[in-house]
């Protein structure tokens, strides 16, 4: 089964940074994209930086200028640097990867989520 662990997560205060990690593991034949959503209550998940294999990147117009999501060598392992951080990004971010895999000869390709990890900006 392929896992997602995130961590980095926690309490900072406005204007101040946190590095978000997020590992995936398991019998991965390959990734083709990850990426970072956030969720708050009473709102719909919605992205935050998302990488490709080919390098694309695209970011929420609302963090473009203050994060940078990264994936050392397209492996396993992708980051996301966020600086001046907002009350308003205070929410529960969840890693998302486009995996393959390959079980006794099936090919399956889908999306896996990791657990989340809380984010909270407060003075």
């Known amino acids: 089964q392929v896992q997602l662990v995130e961590s980095g997560g926690g309490l900072v205060q406005p204007g101040g940074s946190l590095r978000l990690s997020c590992v995936a593991s398991?019998?991965?034949?390959?990734?083709?994209?990850m990426g970072w959503y956030r969720q708050t209550p009473g709102k719909q998940r919605e992205l935050v930086a998302y990488?490709?294999?080919?390098?694309?990147?695209m970011y929420a117009e609302y963090v473009k200028d203050r994060v940078t999501i990264s994936r050392p060598n397209a492996k396993n392992t992708v980051y996301l640097q966020m600086n001046s951080l907002k009350p308003e990004d205070t929410a529960v971010y969840y890693c998302?990867?486009?995996?393959?895999?390959?079980?006794?000869?099936?090919?399956?390709?889908?999306?896996?989520w990791g657990q989340g990890t809380q984010v909270t900006v407060s003075s």
């Open positions: 998302n990867a486009d995996i393959t895999t390959d079980q006794l000869g099936r090919i399956e390709r889908e999306a896996y």
């Open positions: 398991g019998r991965i034949f390959s990734i083709n994209g």
């Open positions: 990488i490709s294999s080919d390098g694309s990147i």
